[in-house]
């Protein structure tokens, strides 16, 4: 199995902040490393896929970067909608997806 | 507009079998192209990605639910449906499916979930 390890699990900032996610896998995945925001009650939403492609309609304070095993989702200038749940997926390997374990964003 | 629902029970009793339904619309899974898969999230717990099934009909399982999971679709009814046998109260949990993009390898829309409750 591939193994990505999300850190860290929980987080505390202010609007304004510029914030960063890391997803490090236990081997090279390429980049088939993808990114979403979850609020309560609802589903994932794709923020960034293939490590760095924004998807439409995702604001452009969100990015992503990374490569083989290791990336990050960067936020630029937190806003107040951006105080979520953020998961990264892994899909290089089609016998086993992985997700990490999630990081929670909150308000400092 | 891809959308996709799910639906099935809400209830379940230990050791019994667990269908679900996916409803999609906005797109045939008749393709290699495009997949259909399920994801699960235990209540305040993590996302965990359950299986997929191509247009192709090739199917893909977690490794470590695989003897207890099946999917299957219905292209003429846009459907996908899982089974899960032996449930356990720690299969509690909400399902969801969603709509893999090819290439990339991506869930990139998801029905609203459905919480599924496995107690006696």
């Known amino acids: 199995d591939i193994q990505v390890t999300q850190s860290p699990s929980s987080l505390s900032a202010s609007v304004g902040d510029r914030v960063t996610i890391t997803c490090r896998a236990s081997?090279?995945?390429?980049?088939?490393l993808h990114w979403y925001q979850q609020k309560p009650g609802k589903a994932p939403n794709l923020l960034i896929y293939?490590?760095?492609t924004l998807q439409s309609g995702v604001p452009s304070r969100f990015s992503g970067s990374g490569s083989g095993t290791d990336f990050t989702l960067t936020i630029s200038s937190l806003q107040p909608e951006d105080f979520a749940t953020y998961y990264c997926l892994q899909t290089y390997s089609s016998l086993m997806y992985t997700f990490g374990q999630g990081t929670k964003l909150e308000i400092k | 507009q891809i959308t996709l629902k799910e639906s099935g029970p809400t209830l379940v009793k230990p050791t019994q079998t667990l269908t679900l339904t996916c409803t999609f619309s906005?797109?045939?899974?008749?393709?290699?192209?495009?997949?259909v898969g399920w994801i699960r999230q235990p209540p305040g717990k993590a996302l965990e990605w359950l299986t997929h099934i191509y247009g192709n009909d090739d199917k893909y399982y977690s490794l470590s639910l695989k003897s207890r999971l099946s999917i299957t679709k219905d292209t003429s009814k846009n459907q996908v449906v899982l089974t899960m046998t032996n449930l356990d109260p720690m299969d509690t949990a909400t399902y969801y499916c969603?709509?893999?993009?090819?290439?990339?390898?991506?869930?990139?829309?998801w029905g609203q979930g459905t919480l599924v409750t496995v107690s006696s």
């Open positions: 081997q090279s995945i390429s980049t088939y």
């Open positions: 969603g709509h893999l993009t090819v290439p990339g390898y991506y869930y990139d829309s």
């Open positions: 293939s490590a760095s």
């Open positions: 906005g797109f045939s899974l008749s393709t290699l192209q495009v997949a």
